[in-house]
């Protein structure tokens, strides 16, 4: 195993690596800013969602836990907005719920947005050291646009971007077992998380006895139920409204399957099933080649960037705000480029960063480009991750 360590060294401010240093003359300015952004989106969407709690999808939680602990049905695999998560995410929501509405919301609100956004900053102090807090004010508002629907509606997701994250930042300084935790806290929370378990089980042995006691534990912590023949009932339910929320049909989800029947490209089901197998391979690869070529801290973090690439493109019920993890991921990376004098990479992410936020900019981008552009830009950084990893193979590679 390589030592952990960051991407680059600190750099001193005036040199030749001025890098981020150079975009503004006072970036503490630009921290404040970034910081009051997120605070005053926070405080209206929670304002917007008191008045109207239609548009947040906690109800959806909060029904849940009280479905839970009353032994009634949780699963309902004909409702779109109906509970999709494991038997386990009802005990995460309870101490939320157990402020009633609708502090419960916007508590949860608070607390995701807190996560994600620490997970992020841990990542940034890890590979942009000596320009953590630029690089952070730049990349929240670069996001910002596309955080909008996903504060809005308090999705879990972003609350376990805000586990895979600190969880991604502990494997890249090889604290194995708080790394397993966060990644099965988000397991936990939502099953998407998954990928990344296996990912990093896969890539790093010192990761594969914690993971596996953690998602043991994930499994057996809804037996605390008063009720074992209640949970077994509840846990056969979950796999089949897991197993038809993975066919949705045609619908307005930002996954590659949805962008391609807006191309005219309807696949059959069994096509794209071997498509997105054909995908989880090929992200395995990468990941491999980026754990064996790039520097521990970098690779491991590259392996967090291929999994929610592949999340979005791949899971067939992508939505809005599941682009906002992407986003962050986009913003770290230009970040990097910044810092090494590649001006063109970071412009080039940076300006992908603001495309995934489209439905912030009015409807007349909004709905000519909904379903596909998302996917679209998820593949373009698919493609620019690969032309990285691929490149540091060749130059890693030994000659003869």
Excluded at 56 to 66: A, L, P, Q
């Amino acid at each position: 195993m390589k030592n952990a360590g960051t991407v680059t060294p600190p750099l001193e401010g005036g040199g030749q690596g001025e890098g981020w240093l150079s975009v503004v003359r006072r970036p503490q300015t630009l921290s404040i800013i970034a910081w009051s952004a997120w605070g005053i989106l926070l405080v209206a969407v929670s304002i917007l969602v008191v008045r109207s709690p239609i548009r947040s999808i906690f109800d959806t939680y909060r029904e849940g836990v009280h479905h839970w602990w009353a032994s009634q049905p949780l699963y309902n695999a004909s409702d779109p907005r109906g509970f999709v998560y494991l038997t386990s995410s009802p005990l995460l929501f309870t101490p939320f719920v157990l402020f009633g509405p609708p502090f419960d919301d916007l508590l949860w609100r608070v607390c995701s947005v807190a996560l994600f956004l620490a997970g992020v900053w841990r990542l940034v102090r890890i590979l942009v050291p000596a320009q953590a807090p630029l690089a952070m004010a730049i990349i929240m508002l670069l996001i910002l646009p596309a955080a909008g629907v996903n504060v809005q509606r308090g999705q879990a997701e972003m609350a376990m971007a805000g586990m895979m994250f600190p969880g991604a930042a502990d494997a890249a300084t090889e604290r194995w077992w708080r790394s397993a935790a966060f990644l099965c806290l988000g397991f936990a929370l939502k099953p998407l998380a998954l990928v990344l378990v296996l990912l990093y089980g896969a890539l790093y042995r010192p990761l594969r006895i914690p993971l596996a006691i953690g998602v043991l534990i994930v499994l057996a912590a809804p037996f605390l139920h008063s009720d074992p023949g209640y949970v077994l009932a509840q846990d056969r339910a979950m796999i089949d409204t897991l197993l038809t929320a993975a066919q949705p049909g045609i619908t307005r989800f930002n996954d590659i399957a949805m962008m391609l029947h807006r191309f005219g490209a309807d696949l059959p089901a069994a096509l794209m099933l071997t498509i997105r197998v054909a995908a989880a391979m090929l992200t395995l690869w990468l990941a491999l080649i980026a754990v064996r070529t790039m520097p521990h801290a970098e690779g491991a973090v590259t392996v967090l960037a291929l999994a929610v690439t592949f999340l979005v493109l791949f899971n067939p019920r992508t939505e809005l705000g599941s682009y906002m993890n992407l986003g962050a991921l986009v913003g770290l990376f230009a970040a990097i480029a910044w810092v090494r004098e590649q001006r063109v990479a970071a412009v080039s992410l940076a300006l992908l960063v603001l495309g995934l936020g489209t439905q912030a900019y009015g409807n007349w981008i909004y709905r000519s480009t909904d379903v596909w552009l998302k996917p679209l830009l998820g593949l373009v950084y698919f493609a620019y991750l690969a032309h990285r990893i691929l490149g540091r193979r060749l130059v890693t590679a030994p000659v003869g």
